[in-house]
């Protein structure tokens, strides 16, 4: 079974700061790797996907992540934060297959906290 | 485009009354589709999925069900309504075995 650990519940960081949240992974197969983000009282939306190919994977808003399969990780990064982007952060795994329906796990979320 | 609509956005309900809230997805064929909840520090905890017309897969026992009675249409329903149902209620669809596309979702308050 899969699994996927969020290892810190809330994230405080300054304005213009460098941001880190971090991520690790459980899976006896090769997996998909996914962050989404959750602004208030609104559904998940994609950040960036790591399916395979290069391990440094770009995405929306200044975000990206890093695919370390010996460390089991994908942590989600970005140089210097804005109050916008204040917000849940999930990470999500699947199981790289071929075909049918895969069941995505998720973790339970970080809370990045900016601050002015 | 696809799109994905949840009504209604939010909900207060007493305790042991019914429930339906309902997930449409415009725009795609033959989705995937999830139902979600989202309890605060808990994260999202997955309810049930559907891989097509009539065919649910239920992931947590409770007094929560589910149907799709048509393609693009699922719906989470309850014939009474616990405390603990209270939270934030989400669907999703996916086609390929990557990402989810989620719905705005319905905050559902039980008292």
Do not use: M
């Not at chain 1, 699994?3 to 700061?17: C, K, M, N, Y």
């Not at chain 1, 399916?51 to 140089?79: C, D, W």
Request: aromatic fraction near 12%.
């Amino acid at each position: 079974a899969q699994s996927v650990t969020q290892l810190d519940s809330q994230v405080p960081v300054f304005e213009e700061a460098p941001v880190e949240l971090r991520c690790n992974y459980s899976s006896s197969v090769s997996v998909y790797l996914f962050w989404y983000v959750q602004y208030p009282n609104q559904g998940l939306q994609l950040l960036l996907k790591y399916l395979s190919g290069s391990t440094l994977v770009k995405g929306i808003n200044g975000f990206e992540a890093e695919f370390n399969k010996s460390q089991t990780s994908f942590h989600l990064r970005k140089p210097s934060v804005h109050i916008s982007d204040t917000a849940e952060y999930f990470c999500a795994v699947t199981q790289r297959d071929s075909g049918g329906y895969q069941k995505v796990t998720f973790g339970i979320g970080t809370k990045l906290q900016v601050i002015p | 485009s696809q799109t994905i609509h949840q009504w209604p956005a939010t909900l207060v309900q007493p305790v042991g009354s019914p429930l339906s809230l309902e997930c449409t997805v415009e725009g795609t064929s033959n989705p995937n589709l999830y139902w979600y909840r989202q309890a605060a520090g808990r994260g999202l905890q997955l309810l049930f999925y559907s891989v097509g017309i009539g065919q649910i897969s239920s992931e947590v026992p409770q007094n929560l069900s589910a149907s799709r009675p048509q393609d693009r249409q699922f719906i989470l329903s309850s014939k009474k309504l616990l405390l603990s149902d209270s939270g934030f209620y989400l669907c999703a669809w996916s086609i390929t075995p990557y990402e989810q596309y989620f719905g705005p979702g319905t905050r559902l308050t039980v008292t």
